[in-house]
């Protein structure tokens, strides 16, 4: 479990209305990485030229604005060094698709290979036959469950993201004597290791308040989805007093059914930081207060990383002599009093 990882931040690249209206604000999927986002190679010695690295790289198709700001940034990494080939190949409707292809860029040869998998369980199998073949693999954000199926492993938090949002609910109950709150959550894909992680990170963390979530959905991080199952949280909780829901692409439509329901007594807490959610916190002119962060600038520093192992170099900052095994990015909780600061790291 995450929860058992070390929690260490990893600072490579910087510091660290109707329903119809609402839905069209969702994020963009064509939206360009910020400076700050992949500033971490234009410095530093590590950034010299050095050995040629060719990076193979997958991630499913950016029907989300998370996973398209995946794509993006590791695209635009991988341009900002001069000793880096970047190969991309597409990932197909499922693991099977991706599978399929990524056996494709096995057979080139790429020097390290980085890969956000549609589900880390049934893509293990091609970790072990990359690495079988000498080809390192940087698992990017869905676990892998067999350690050697991959040379490095970054991600960010999720236990650690259902902790913050558990963490700043229990602060605002204490704050406005609130000893039995209504809480409603709205997880994203119930299948994948990372919403559950989530889930058991804010209850386990809410139970410690002696409290515990009154209803549970779970959407398929899409605005259409949030909308609808938050719709159904809605109705089956005539009072609420905060939800948390995992996503801030499907916090598009969560925002929209609680705009049509013209429900205004409750606070909500969002999840990874879009540039959106944020916008939406400093205005304070919706229900949501907070979101907690998982940020996709991890697809630049995977980028960076493959590029060190490639040519056999180690952090500048660390003794070791070689990247670590597993980086695990802390969950920070994103507020209007700090939301100019993490503005520029939204996708």
């Not at 971490?40 to 499913?60: D, L, M, Y």
């Not at 197909?92 to 790429?110: E, F, N, V």
Request: proline share 3%; aromatic share 6%; hydrophobic share 45%.
């Amino acid at each position: 479990m995450t929860s058992d990882l070390s929690r260490r931040r990893l600072l490579f690249g910087g510091a660290a209305v109707s329903a119809g209206v609402l839905l069209a604000g969702c994020t963009s999927n064509e939206q360009s990485p910020t400076e700050a986002q992949t500033k971490a190679a234009a410095t530093g010695a590590a950034a010299e030229p050095g050995k040629k690295v060719t990076i193979g790289f997958s991630a499913p198709a950016a029907d989300h604005g998370w996973i398209a700001a995946i794509t993006n940034n590791a695209k635009a990494q991988a341009g900002a060094y001069s000793d880096v080939e970047f190969k991309s190949v597409e990932a197909g409707a499922d693991a099977a698709a991706q599978r399929a292809a990524l056996s494709t860029l096995i057979s080139q040869k790429p020097d390290v290979i980085v890969l956000l998998p549609h589900d880390g369980k049934e893509l293990n199998a091609f970790g072990l036959e990359a690495m079988k073949a000498g080809i390192p693999v940087v698992n990017l954000d869905r676990a892998f469950p067999d350690a050697k199926a991959y040379r490095l492993q970054i991600k960010g938090d999720n236990y650690g993201m259902g902790v913050a949002a558990a963490t700043y609910m229990i602060e605002q109950f204490k704050a406005k004597g609130i000893s039995a709150p209504v809480i409603g959550e709205i997880a994203g894909m119930d299948e994948l290791e990372l919403t559950q992680e989530r889930s058991k990170g804010f209850a386990d963390t809410l139970a410690q308040a002696g409290f515990k979530v009154r209803n549970r959905r779970a959407a398929r991080f899409t605005a259409d989805s949030g909308q609808q199952e938050a719709t159904g949280l809605l109705q089956a909780l005539p009072k609420i007093d905060a939800i948390w829901n995992h996503d801030d692409d499907q916090g598009i439509g969560v925002l929209a059914a609680v705009t049509q329901a013209n429900r205004k007594e409750f606070f909500m807490v969002g999840g990874a930081g879009s540039k959106k959610a944020m916008e939406d916190i400093a205005a304070d002119n919706t229900v949501l207060k907070a979101t907690v962060t998982y940020s996709p600038s991890m697809a630049s520093s995977a980028i960076s990383l493959a590029r060190l192992i490639g040519q056999g170099k180690g952090m500048s900052d660390l003794v070791e002599l070689q990247v670590p095994k597993e980086i695990v990015l802390a969950s920070e909780t994103i507020t209007k009093q700090n939301s100019g600061d993490y503005l520029k790291l939204g996708f």
